[in-house]
């Protein structure tokens, strides 16, 4: 089965300006061939698809950093429940609704931080097996965190237990296992928790959590099992000693140095900067009598100044949102890329943030439109790079995975039709 795409406008995300009156040739689900209309004509036996005037063709987005188990609702009482008021089975369900929500809204892969148990990572392997519609799933099952670290809070009284929720170590050796853990229930990569803002001290934005030798245990295991690792993080010394041990790619990282963009261009450590979900501390309204941190306002200055940086530098910048944490999945993925836009990136580079960079993070054969990638596609009715905000409006996408078209206006396409292509 052959189709042809047609559009007035296609945008490879390779880095090359936009072909006009571009087609996409794909046979089985994969990309044959990408060039301007005339130099195709109608290949004998091709289905033609072809674009309303004025829409653009691109590669299906991807949103690098999401926490699928939880709704992103605003309500910190509710995000707290979430990870008592449902078995595993149910947050599963959960997850696969957010999942395909976040389809609709043309996001054709996503990368979970996170899960309790090994909901995404079950998720995942349901979606590749074609039991359910939904993105391409990258998952590290549970995140490594020190005991009583970021993922080990002690939120709850003492006799409650929340088993399987997170992966607590203390020393190399227990984080040395715990790769071998979520490796083998199935983990594509592996989350540590390396260095972490302090909210309780004023002008002390950053500490670390892991100690060195526990990074380094964490990574060389990583690396070994042919696992990247990607951490969250804060910024300064802490950061720089997480690049420093082997981290392959850093989040939020709102605070960094000058010799940490040198050591991270050196090694080619990616950057998801997670700006939306900061943005968001400012949005969410306040409890009474809660005031923002020091911590926040401070944070929300100094990732511009990091994001130039590193934009300066030529660190591969990826686009994650941190969706299940004060961000819905779906409607808000989109303003990870106007946020991009407005530090700096032109609307090309946040589009190239969210296809092929993240696609390279993530080693997926998608987000760039060139022979040999599997043909996950957005067909948007404008042009995204007038305006990017158009990419919000799910009414204007019509989504292809594989090929096939998956969602359309909003509305999920229920199945794909024929064969699913690996």
Not at 63 to 68: A, E, K, L, Q, R
Request: proline share 5%; aromatic share 6%.
């Amino acid at each position: 089965m052959r189709q042809i795409f047609l559009a007035d406008q296609v945008i490879d995300s390779t880095g090359a300006a936009p072909i006009e009156k571009g087609a996409v040739l794909v046979e089985k689900g994969r990309i044959l061939a990408v060039g301007r209309q005339a130099d195709f004509g109608t290949p004998e036996g091709a289905t033609v698809i072809a674009a309303k005037p004025g829409a653009t063709l691109m590669p299906g987005l991807i949103d690098s950093h999401v926490h699928i188990t939880y709704s992103g609702s605003e309500n910190s009482a509710v995000l707290r429940a979430e990870k008592m008021d449902a078995s595993y089975p149910a947050m599963a369900l959960r997850a696969a609704s957010h999942a395909q929500l976040s389809l609709t809204y043309g996001f054709t892969a996503l990368r979970d931080m996170h899960a309790p148990g090994g909901v995404a990572i079950d998720l995942r392997d349901a979606i590749a097996r074609g039991d359910v519609v939904g993105p391409r799933l990258s998952a590290c099952g549970r995140g490594l965190t020190v005991t009583g670290g970021h993922m080990d809070l002690p939120d709850f009284a003492e006799h409650v237990s929340l088993d399987g929720f997170a992966h607590p170590c203390v020393g190399p050796d227990e984080f040395l296992k715990g790769v071998r853990t979520e490796a083998r229930r199935g983990a594509d990569f592996i989350k540590v928790n390396t260095a972490v803002g302090s909210r309780k001290v004023p002008g002390v934005y950053w500490r670390p959590e892991m100690n060195p030798a526990e990074i380094r245990a964490a990574c060389d295991e990583a690396h070994a099992q042919g696992l990247y690792v990607a951490s969250h993080t804060s910024g300064g010394p802490p950061l720089t000693a997480t690049v420093a041990n082997g981290v392959d790619c850093v989040e939020h990282a709102h605070w960094i140095d000058d010799d940490c963009i040198e050591l991270m261009a050196e090694r080619g450590t990616f950057l998801v900067p997670t700006l939306l979900v900061n943005e968001r501390n400012f949005e969410v309204p306040l409890a009474p009598g809660e005031t923002l941190s020091d911590w926040a306002l401070a944070s929300r200055e100094a990732k511009w100044v990091s994001l130039e940086k590193a934009r300066k530098a030529g660190i591969k910048i990826g686009s994650g949102t941190d969706a299940g944490f004060m961000v819905p999945h779906g409607s808000m993925h989109w303003r990870e890329l106007a946020l991009l836009v407005q530090g700096g990136l032109t609307e090309m580079e946040a589009i190239i943030a969210a296809t092929r960079i993240n696609a390279e993070l993530m080693s997926l054969p998608v987000g760039v439109l060139a022979e040999g990638k599997l043909a996950d596609m957005l067909i948007v009715d404008g042009d995204p790079l007038a305006d990017i905000s158009i990419l919000g409006d799910a009414n204007r996408l019509t989504v292809f995975k594989d090929g096939y078209k998956v969602a359309e206006a909003g509305k999920l396409i229920s199945s794909f039709p024929g064969e699913v292509f690996a």
